[in-house]
């Protein structure tokens, strides 16, 4: 595989999966791009299909230059409730982060010798935002389309937007918040669909199809909504 003729290629970070079932292209600000294989797929294969997406990840790739830098942020741009909030930074050595939310402003009282004490604060923030946010989303949803779950956990994940156990309880990402709402709704159905399907069978494709008809083109833009989320919070 020719990876030193081929710039793109070469900036490519291979990975195996044996629980994927397809090739998967992700960028993001914190790993880059990175080509996920099921162990059946060869390397070949793999950089093949990333020729076969070279415009769409070029201009991924693009988006990467204009993102936040991986510094406390001035600005939370939050499209799924359509926030910008100013973030305020106190310097208060030996004390203990506090945040604090007031019009449209959020205040973060931090030691500045410390500064993972104040990201942590604004990750727990987050966490608790999302959860006010997507909590009535996903309830409506679940009633409207009579696909019942048990009970909804908030996390911040690297690598994934939500997941269903055999339970029925859902956990979804806290990072969902700088998506836009279609592509929140897809990632909720999605998850709604698992509650009667476990896997990506042909009969979960069909009940994601019935409530999302355009599930793939959501699946697609999903795929590359990495670079909305802050390099500061890839990076915490």
Excluded at 100 to 110: D, F, I, P, Q, S
Excluded at 132 to 153: F, H, I, M
Excluded at 163 to 192: D, Q, T, Y
């Amino acid at each position: 595989m020719p990876t030193d003729a081929d710039p793109l290629l070469a900036r490519c970070r291979f990975r195996v999966s044996r629980r994927s079932r397809h090739l998967r292209i992700t960028v993001s600000a914190r790993n880059g791009l990175t080509v996920t294989r099921p162990s059946h797929v060869s390397l070949a294969q793999a950089a093949a299909f990333v020729d076969s997406r070279r415009e769409w990840i070029e201009r991924q790739m693009a988006k990467l230059d204009v993102v936040e830098p991986a510094t406390p942020p001035q600005t939370l741009h939050l499209r799924l409730t359509d926030e910008s909030l100013q973030v305020q930074y106190i310097e208060t050595p030996r004390t203990a982060a506090r945040l604090h939310e007031a019009a449209n402003r959020l205040t973060l009282h931090l030691d500045p010798e410390r500064p993972e004490n104040g990201r942590a604060a604004l990750r727990a923030w987050l966490k608790r935002r999302a959860h006010a946010a997507l909590e009535p989303r996903l309830k409506q949803l679940s009633t409207g389309l009579a696909l019942p779950y048990n009970q909804l956990s908030l996390r911040l994940q690297r690598t994934r937007w939500g997941s269903c156990s055999n339970r029925r309880n859902i956990s979804l990402n806290a990072k969902l918040l700088f998506l836009p709402e279609p592509l929140v709704r897809h990632v909720l159905i999605h998850e709604l669909a698992h509650t009667v399907h476990l896997d990506h069978s042909a009969a979960f494709w069909a009940l994601v199809e019935r409530h999302d008809p355009h599930w793939r083109t959501h699946r697609d833009a999903l795929r590359g909504a990495g670079p909305l989320v802050p390099a500061w919070l890839e990076e915490a």
